[in-house]
């Protein structure tokens, strides 16, 4: 089985600040670890991915996430937020299992960009 | 290239009726797959399609049900609706499917509202 938990549902941030959106894992094997992000009225995008490669993941927007396998965490950062980044973001882990494959979604986090 | 596109848009139905939606892959992708979001229960997993075949499904009742067309077009169908069926409901294609742990391309979705 596996899970994801997000701490967080809500974080707001002043624009030029850290952004920091906490993710959880929980799983039987090796991980498979996304974020996406979604903007207002529009479907999920990919920010990044993980798959074993290496553990600090660049994305797109600034973004970079790093695996900590001892923590089982996955947590998304951007060093200095833009109003453009509110959205809402979602972590996911997923592994290669096969017909049992299932790529599971955290509640999501609802980043805040304070001008 | 054309992104996902998911029809219609918005959708009001009255509860004990039925709804099919429709979701248009990425061209060339051959896996769609399903997931309703809704405030509470975030992102929940519908099911795969894969060369129209259900490849996985998630912990859905029977009332949600899906196929795939030979042109990777794919449908989902709802009956006897519930009020608890109201959500958005996004499609997300991709080239290979599950289990290969790409990425996802997500269409903007259905709102369904069940009064």
Known sequence: AQSVTQLGSHVSVSEGALVLLRCNYSSSVPPYLFWYVQYPNQGLQLLLKYTSAA????????????????ETSFHLTKPSAHMSDAAEYFCAVSHSGGSNYKLTFGKGTLLTVNP | KAGVTQTPRYLIKTRGQQVTLSCSPIS???????????????????????????RNKG???????????????????????????SAL????????????????????????SVL
């Open chain 2, 28 to 54: 060339g992708h051959r896996s769609v797959s399903w997931y309703q979001q809704t405030p509470g229960q975030g992102l929940q997993f519908l099911f795969e399609y894969f060369s129209e075949t259900q």
């Open chain 1, 55 to 70: 553990t600090l993941v660049k994305g797109i927007n600034g973004f970079e996430a790093e695996f900590k396998k001892s």
């Open chain 2, 89 to 112: 409901y996004l499609c997300a294609s991709s080239a290979l499917g599950s289990t290969t742990n790409e990425k996802l391309f997500f269409g903007s979705g259905t709102q369904l």
């Open chain 2, 59 to 85: 912990n859905f009742p029977g009332r949600f049900s899906g196929r795939q067309f030979s042109n990777s077009r794919s449908e989902m169908n709802v009956s006897t609706l519930e009020l608890g069926d």
